[in-house]
């Protein structure tokens, strides 16, 4: 198994897509996104629900970079804090 370093190297480490919430009101909610999605889905018409598929699209991309932008904030300071103890 490649260590942490060679698979960030070669493009295979994707922490993004392992991430799954342990959040017990996780799995429900999802569920309940999806059943509100089918009934949009029975009251729109096809174009109209393609409209809402595209702004949750949207919705989407923007969550995926405020995960990104979260993600690099939280290792930059965990990697301040490994400094400053390896510092003092």
């Not at 990104?68 to 930059?76: P, R, Y």
């Amino acid at each position: 198994m490649p260590n942490i370093l060679e698979s960030l190297y070669h493009g295979s480490l994707f922490p993004s897509e392992d991430i799954i919430s342990k959040d017990p009101n996780y799995r429900p909610l999802n569920g309940q996104i999806t059943e509100s999605l089918e009934a949009w889905k029975q009251k729109l018409s096809v174009s109209e629900f393609e409209e809402l598929e595209s702004l949750l699209e949207l919705y989407s991309q923007v969550q995926g970079m405020d995960m990104t932008a979260a993600f690099v904030s939280g290792f930059k300071i965990g990697a301040t804090m490994m400094i400053e103890v390896l510092i003092e």
